[in-house]
Each structure stands twice: as C-alpha cells, then as structure tokens.
C-alpha cells in the first residue's frame, strides 16, 4: 500500500485530490475498484470516468480536467510511462533462485558462473559460457561455443544453436530459436545445393525476443541485433539481417536476408521487408506494408509497394469511390453507344 502524494511524485505528475488516499492496486479503467489507480490513457476513454470506482486516475496533460469532478487524480506528460513506473511498484516479481539442477546436462568443457539458475533438462553443450545471474527455464538447448551474459533470462523450450554470442539483460521467451540455418540454395539443374552457413548469431545487450521467434545465423559473419532492440512474438530474421538500437519489430514481421534496419525503427505488424533492402534510421511502417526498396530514414510508410503514408491515405479513399466511378463509367458508355448507334 502507497499513498497517492507518493505515487504523484514518482511519476514527476501533479496531484488534483488528496494526496493522503492509500493505493492497494492498479487497474484497467473499467475494472478498477476502490483502492486502486487507473489510467486514462486517451480521451475516447472519458465515457468511463462517471462509472469510474477507482481511488485515482492517472491522465495526460492533453487531457482536459476541469469536468471531472469528486475524482483523484495525477496529471502527468507521458501517461504510458507512468503507468510503467506506477506498475513497478506493485510488481512483486518471483525470488530469484539459484544453483543448478543434477537433471540438468552441463558439458565438462562448459563454464557456468556462480550465481546463475538453471532448471532440470537444460542442455549445455561443450565450450558454452554461462555468466552469473543468467537464468534458464526448462527443456532449453544451448549449442557449443554459445557465450550467455549476465543476467539474461532464458524461458522454457528456446533452442540456441552453436556458437550464439548473447548480451547481458537479454530476455528470450519461449519456444525462439537462435542460429538456425539461413534458408540459401543454389540450383545446379537438378537440385536445390544447400549453401553452407558459416556465420553466426550475435544479441546485445538489453534485447527482448517474443515467443517462437526466429533468428538464422548468417551464411558469412553475423546476423545481428542490437542494443535495446524489441523483437515481439511469431517474428522472422533471415540471414545476415542486422537491426539497430531500440527498434520495435511487432509480431509476424517478416525480414529478408541481408536487409539492414536503422536505429529506433517501429516495424508494426506483418511488414515484410524485401532482401537486401536498407532501412534508415527512425522509420516508421504501418501493419501490413510490403517493403520493397530502401526507405530513407525519418520515414512514416504504407501499402505494398510501399509508399509515403500520406500517398497512401489518398489511394484507400480513392479506392472507397471506384465502384460508383465504376457505374458512372457504364452510364457514360452506354450513353455513347446509343448516340453513336443512333447518328
């Protein structure tokens, strides 16, 4: 339990109410209840206010305050980073364990840090290094050579193939796999050679990767993510793909082989980005857009091909008109062919 007073300086926000109101919880605007802080993250979300049963309600200096009445509450610059702050006070995350388990195989040429948890039926394999405060979840492979860094997290079912170099603070949920094979080929007339992948995976520091996420390992050098990057679930990174700073990819993003993403880019979800490609830095790509050709950097974008999303915009309203151009464009035909047949 908090009082508001303190929520209110944690968050840098100013307080409308009484400071002195213990806070037990946080919720969703619709289900909170007494003792609890919520948020109001946009004004579309005004209408729930009235019924509102919460104790305080967090909102953006954007957002008028004056006809809110007998409600506590926080004014604030960025609500969605506040509401980070405020959830970390009442996240109470799991003890942190240690040691590791007998049913756990750990290669005698393997070097495991003092200090790391590892569960029951994890896999090290020969030359891997595992440095202190990594934790690793049940039924995870780590391939040789693989070098983990300090406290990264590592969930169930995550298969990290031969030498994977891994940063410190690395969150890798469930079910990804790392280093797999880049997808190449050569024809030779008759059948598909494979091409053999020789590079490497490399994951810096502060990255987080979703669920059942994919990363090949480069055929030459490295595939390479970068730091503070945040790759969601279901997303796939080909070969010899790098990916800036703190980028955003978003889930069922698709990446090509040897395309190149800039620093902080927002890849929202299902983009599919063309090989070899170039991205700059600070992109911008709305769900959906098939990028086909190098985007310069600072830009926001739509559709497939690609384009300026204000080129876009004007295509999907054009769009919406066809079908009445359509049938205006018979009338006029129509209205031709009888002038025409009767001259």
């Known amino acids: 339990m908090i009082l508001l007073k303190t929520i209110a300086k944690k968050v840098h926000g100013h307080l409308i109410g009484k400071g002195d ?3 037990s919880g946080i919720s969703s605007i619709k289900e909170a209840k007494k003792g609890d802080i919520t948020f109001l993250t946009h004004s579309s979300f005004r209408k729930y206010i009235k019924d509102c049963k919460a104790s305080a309600i967090i909102f953006g200096e954007d957002i008028d305050s ?12 960025n609500p969605a980073l506040a509401y980070v702050e405020v959830a970390n006070i009442f996240n109470k995350p799991r003890k942190k364990k240690k040691g590791v388990s007998q049913l756990t195989f750990v290669s005698k040429n393997a070097k495991v840090a003092d200090g790391v948890f590892i569960s029951p039926y994890v896999y090290i394999d020969n030359g891997a290094v595992i440095e202190k405060g990594v934790t690793i979840y049940p039924f995870t492979y780590i391939g040789e050579n693989t070098f983990i860094g300090e406290e990264t997290t590592i969930y169930p079912h995550v298969t990290i193939y031969d030498r994977v170099k891994i940063g410190k603070r690395v969150i890798i949920h469930g079910g990804a796999v790392l280093g797999s094979d880049g997808f190449g080929y050569v024809w030779d007339g008759k059948r598909h050679i494979k091409i053999p992948q020789l590079g490497i995976v490399e994951i810096e520091d502060d990255v987080e990767i979703g669920a059942n996420t994919t990363i090949d390992r480069a055929s030459l050098g490295k595939t390479l993510i970068k730091k503070g990057t945040k790759i969601d679930n279901l997303v796939m990174v080909a070969h010899n793909v790098s990916i800036g700073e703190n980028s955003v990819i978003v889930s069922q993003v698709g990446i090509a082989g040897s395309a190149t993403i800039g620093n902080n880019v927002i890849l929202a979800g299902k983009v599919g980005v063309r090989d070899h490609v170039v ?3 600070n992109v911008k790509a709305a769900g959906g ?6 985007v310069p950097k600072d ?4 559709g497939t091909p690609h384009m300026p999303h204000k080129d876009w915009a004007k295509l999907q309203v054009y769009l919406k008109k066809l079908p009445r151009l359509f049938e205006k464009m018979k009338k006029i035909e129509a209205k031709l062919h009888l002038e025409v047949k009767n001259d």
């Open 279 to 281: 991205i700059g830095d």
């Open 66 to 77: 004056n006809d809110i009445k007998d409600k506590n509450l926080i004014t604030v610059k």
């Open 299 to 302: 830009s926001l974008i739509s």
């Open 289 to 294: 857009t098939g990028i086909t050709k190098d």
């Open 21 to 23: 109101i213990p806070i």
